[in-house]
């Protein structure tokens, strides 16, 4: 049987090759410098959903919050074989934490109509948290497989999947629908596929054909703009290449736990990291100098 | 979520398996216990389970002034939705304004869907633990004694604190290994708890068909002395300079992610962000660059003895031996000077 999959990706700054001048004097991180990625971990996610697609049929949903070049990551998806894809940007996103963003991407799944699995990557590699799967598969009432390391089974309604449990490894099955952390021990992902870059680099967001727009014509009025872009995306949408943009109202969420307020968690301070040792010591690289060392490692019982 | 209730309590989520307790809810006992005492309110653990009663003196032991029993037949094996749903009863029920998680896979499956039933707010794999106090930027109100969620984030190139001033419990999960062992004191006296859960088949999801539990093969959290080689090692065969010194010291011996990812020695014995964090009495870094990412799981080290030949490698900003040398030479020079120094030592021992 089809099985109508739903991924959720993020956007996130390469956090591996952050350098200095990714910080900025205050310690804040300067995401304009990093290069933008498709997180590593929501690859895998994808991964394991076309792999369904291939063996049982169905469609793939990919979808993300983010600015408007968080764009980038559904087409990315569309290249490697997702069939539609949506873009949730609203500037009330902002500041969201966790919980918030949980709620949002809820009403967003909810608005996509019936599913059977939702997978995320296990976590992003910008905060790390691995909170927003769990979140999210308590706000749609279904049950989450996290740290899935292996899809095993898909049976009918059923589903069969080892996941990694820290000490080991747990082979669990439940019934669908159900949400995915799929982590990258899971599979290779696949590359972009030629024909359907081909086909989709010219897929874009309302809100960058706007973007287009106003830089190609930086003398016109608002009402023409309106009427370009609108021109624009219907003709896009005609050809399949419009990537579907949701805003809160359009998801129907209830502003009071989006954003900055509906957000428990606050960020009292940030901090880059500077890590001295209190008092060191340069030591020669000698005979004399290591005995030395090691005399005082015994002397203060650090050797005992 | 629960209205903020400066007289709940601090909670531990007591994580076990097959009734044997996991190392994290007794490494989180004692900052939990000074977070408690700064407070003025009780420490208390939450354990769930099926046989779980024993463990209840032992988490006094620790620190616990009070622990929470909730004996389920259907709480035998961790499930989220059971685990969780008995977790949010409880803290609804009690109020706590503290509850800590260990950051284990289970902690992390678990913590969230918490967080997420109650709209209370959550951070993840906090390294620390303060109380303090937060003005808030908008309206200018200070909020006193909060919990400060320590973490680091973007790859651990920043540290941020988190707080939670209104959307209680503040709630938060900790890294493993990152906070000290406390010693119980087998006389602390505290009070057990039973709590009822009234639980169905409907909240056991998953069946568990098959597990596996891979023993560790080197257990790097409770090694007093460490002894990690890096990239810098340059080959497996080269490596054995680094389980030499390791056995003559009797360290453990543990590498870089650099090194694991060169295959020079097994996961096991990662030290770093995504390995194990370490706070032995020695460290002794060998040809480990010292990337922030590896210092996340060692700068707590008591001493650390730097060999690199690079001057400028960031291990030396934390070293407090600093060795600029070829670690091929200075490494046997090493573990002639400890061999030696252990034999006069025994002398000496001999003579007295």
């Not at chain 2, 020079?264 to 032995?280: A, L, N, S």
């Amino acid at each position: 049987m089809p099985y109508n999959c739903i991924v959720l990706i993020k956007q996130v700054p390469d956090t591996k090759r952050i350098t200095g001048q990714a910080m900025n004097d205050d310690g804040t991180v300067n995401r304009g410098a990093l290069p933008a990625i498709f997180n590593p971990e929501d690859l895998n996610a994808l991964e394991v959903a076309l792999q369904i697609k291939e063996q049982f049929g169905g469609t793939i949903t990919a979808i993300t919050m983010g600015p408007p070049a968080a764009a980038a990551v559904l087409r990315d998806s569309l290249y490697r074989g997702a069939d539609d894809a949506v873009l949730i940007t609203d500037v009330r996103c902002a500041a969201s934490d966790t919980l918030a963003t949980s709620y949002i991407l809820k009403c967003a799944v909810q608005k996509t109509g019936d599913f059977d699995i939702v997978l995320c990557g296990r976590q992003a590699i910008d905060g790390d948290t691995a909170q927003v799967g769990p979140q999210l598969a308590e706000k749609l009432g279904v049950p989450q497989i996290t740290y899935l390391e292996e899809l095993a089974e898909l049976d009918g309604d059923s589903i069969t999947a080892r996941r990694n449990i820290g000490t080991g490894w747990q082979q669990v099955r439940t019934k669908l629908p159900v949400l995915l952390t799929v982590t990258g021990e899971a599979n290779e992902p696949r590359v972009a596929a030629a024909k359907k870059m081909m086909k989709y680099k010219n897929a874009w967001a309302p809100v960058e054909i706007e973007q287009q727009v106003r830089a190609e014509n930086p003398e016109v009025d608002e009402a023409t703009i309106k009427e370009l872009v609108e021109r624009k995306c219907s003709i896009l949408k005609e050809k399949g290449l419009l990537i579907k943009q949701w805003d809160l109202d359009f998801v129907e969420a209830d502003l009071t736990w989006c954003g900055r307020g509906g957000s428990p968690t606050k960020v009292h301070r940030i901090q880059s990291v500077v890590l001295a040792a209190k008092e060191s010591k340069n030591v020669e690289p000698s005979e004399n100098g290591i005995t030395e060392m090691i005399g005082e490692l015994i002397e203060d019982k650090t050797i005992a | 979520m629960i209205d903020v209730n400066r007289q709940g309590e601090v909670w531990v989520f007591a994580e076990q398996h097959d009734g044997r307790l996991e190392d994290t809810p007794i490494e989180l006992m004692s900052k939990a216990r000074s977070l408690a005492d700064i407070l003025g309110v009780k420490l208390a653990a939450a354990a769930l389970g099926n046989g779980v009663s024993k463990l209840a003196k032992k988490l006094i032991q620790y620190g616990a002034d009070k622990v929470y029993v909730v004996e389920h037949p259907l709480l035998a094996s961790y499930q989220t939705n059971s685990y969780a749903r008995v977790m949010y009863d409880l803290i609804h029920k009690y109020e706590p304004q503290i509850v800590l998680y260990g950051a284990t896979v289970t902690g992390r499956d678990l913590a969230p869907r918490i967080a997420s039933a109650a709209k209370a707010g959550l951070t993840a794999d906090c390294t620390d633990l303060q109380i303090g106090d937060h003005e808030s930027a908008k309206d200018k109100q200070l909020h006193k004694n909060l919990l400060f969620q320590i973490r680091p984030a973007f790859g651990g190139n920043i540290i941020a604190t988190i707080i939670n001033y209104n959307r209680w419990p503040q709630m938060a999960t900790v890294r493993e290994g990152v906070m000290r062992m406390p010693e119980p004191d087998v006389n602390r006296k505290g009070k057990i708890i039973e709590e009822k859960a009234e639980l169905s088949e409907d909240e056991l999801p998953l069946e568990i068909l098959a597990e596996h539990k891979r023993p560790r093969k080197v257990d790097l959290k409770a090694a007093r002395i460490i002894v990690a080689g890096g990239a810098g090692v340059g080959s497996k065969e080269n490596f054995k300079l680094i389980w030499d010194l390791a056995n003559c010291l009797g360290a453990a011996p543990a590498a870089s992610r650099a090194a694991v990812d060169l295959g020079f020695i097994d996961h096991d014995h990662q030290v770093g962000q995504t390995g194990t964090t370490v706070r032995p009495n020695l460290y002794v870094a060998v040809g480990i660059s010292g990337a922030i990412q590896h210092q996340a799981g060692m700068s707590q080290s008591r001493k650390i003895v730097a060999i690199n030949s690079d001057t400028d490698a960031p291990i030396f900003q934390i070293a407090h031996y600093k060795i600029v040398g070829d670690l091929n030479v200075v490494v046997p020079k090493m573990i002639k000077a400890v061999r030696e120094k252990s034999v006069k030592e025994e002398r000496a021992e001999v003579t007295k």
